[in-house]
């Protein structure tokens, strides 16, 4: 494995050098404007990161390395006799900017598996939690519990050169990838299934062992999985997640705080518990309507009582695509593929073809389309994961691999502290009347 790590330190150096001299050159260079508008309204829009691994085109939908979604379910590996992309091909992209070959999947695999031991003193440190914690309280624990394993912690403790921190960034990143699942794994059995734990299995791949000891056998959510975890990765960089792993890791601190730190902003309820939305309020529809499968007419109904209501449609919109996010489509595939009978996943269905042309209608909404929270929630209860609380620990195994993928660049790249300027509002309106300048420091 010392063979991707290599090609790595060869691909950030060039980068690196690339960069020295962007900046020679066109340093002083400006990009865009900011508006008040953005300043006040969660910086939407504002260019003020280089994330590498990832770009979010609001008409394309997520590119990796740019490779879009269906491309990468062309191009990268698959399990033996399966149809969805490898997570370990899809890291090893986010990481090189190359497609991978069996071989290189295969030896992240096997290099993940020698990783994955998890220290007892983790899961003590779960187990001494009540357990009705919240699975992502008691997730962001065992990352705090892993710290201890830190090698970027232990090597910086005792003096390390500033040209070393991307190699022990790059070893605890794989080292946390490798053992996330059985940490979750772990949680989800403790939690939900009278502690009836199951043990890894050496000789399925990460998300096929990872569905293996959540205790899902069956080969179709193994591939859901591998779908799961691919589509789930990375998202660029500005989203809460990302952008506060990338933060934290800012002021080298390593990987274990960064990671911990990111999924507490994963758990917000504007970010990755957002699929736990659309399938509380899909269940709520049904049981109001009294029907198992509602037709167009019942769903317009409650659609447009929802929003007299002064609620939202959940699932629906995003923040920077305003086309039908390819992450949905994938799934949507996949359901057809796989339950197309599913009277939950035809409701889902059903909701794309009414929802749309509702929120077109009222001129205000920029992007009526689903995003990829809209779809995966029934997929999971398709096959009895119906914990629906579980649903973000999983989204937050598959994000690991883009955060922190990303986060390895910006060691390699020695990127400096974080630290934007900010101002007061009674500044703002100092300098709108002309009698200050706002843009110091």
Not at 111 to 130: D, G, K, M, T, Y
Not at 189 to 218: C, Q, S, T, V
């Amino acid at each position: 494995m010392a063979i991707i790590k290599d090609r790595f330190k060869l691909k950030a150096d060039a980068v690196a050098g690339e960069i020295k001299e962007l900046l020679k050159e066109h340093g002083t260079k400006k990009i865009g404007e900011v508006t008040l508008a953005q300043i006040y309204q969660g910086m939407r829009g504002i260019t003020g990161l280089v994330t590498e691994t990832s770009l979010l085109d609001s008409r394309e939908g997520i590119r990796f390395r740019g490779y879009s979604i269906p491309e990468l379910q062309q191009k990268l590996p698959k399990a033996n006799g399966g149809t969805e992309p490898l997570p370990e091909g899809l890291f090893h992209l986010m990481l090189l900017g190359e497609l991978p070959t069996d071989d290189d999947v295969h030896q992240i695999t096997a290099n993940w598996q020698r990783r994955s031991h998890v220290p007892n003193h983790v899961f003590a440190a779960i187990e001494a939690l009540p357990i009705a914690t919240h699975p992502m309280t008691q997730f962001v624990v065992a990352i705090m519990a892993l710290q201890t394993e830190s090698q970027f912690a232990k090597n910086y403790g005792e003096g390390m050169a500033k040209k070393d921190y991307w190699e022990a960034v790059f070893d605890d990143s794989m080292d946390l990838i490798a053992r996330l699942p059985r940490v979750a794994a772990y949680i989800y059995r403790r939690k939900y299934k009278k502690e009836d734990h199951i043990h890894p299995n050496g000789l399925l791949d990460w998300a096929g062992n990872f569905a293996h000891m959540l205790g899902y056998e069956d080969e179709t959510f193994r591939e859901l999985m591998r779908l799961y975890m691919t589509i789930h990765a990375d998202h660029e960089g500005g989203n809460v997640s990302a952008h506060t792993t990338h933060l934290v890791g800012s002021a080298l601190s390593d990987p274990y705080l960064c990671l911990a730190a990111g999924m507490n902003g994963l758990a917000g309820p504007l970010h990755g518990l957002a699929n736990q939305e659309v399938i509380k309020w899909i269940l709520e529809m049904r049981e109001e309507l009294g029907v198992e499968l509602p037709s167009g007419e019942q769903i317009d109904a409650y659609v447009r009582k929802t929003l007299s209501e002064g609620k939202v449609v959940p699932g629906y919109g995003h923040a920077v695509l305003r086309k039908t996010d390819p992450r949905f489509t994938a799934q949507m595939e996949f359901g057809k593929q796989h339950m197309p009978n599913d009277p939950l996943v035809q409701t889902v269905w059903n909701i794309y073809e009414t929802v749309p042309p509702i929120l077109q209608s009222l001129g205000k909404i920029k992007n009526p389309w689903p995003n990829v929270d809209a779809h995966s929630g029934a997929l999971l209860v398709h096959y009895g994961l119906v914990e629906y609380e579980f649903y973000t620990v999983l989204f937050g195994v598959s994000r690991a691999l883009g955060v922190l993928a990303s986060l390895c660049w910006d060691r390699a790249l020695n990127f400096p502290i974080e630290r934007p300027k900010s101002v007061t509002t009674e500044l703002v309106k100092l300098w709108l009347d002309g009698k200050d300048e706002i843009w110091g420091e």
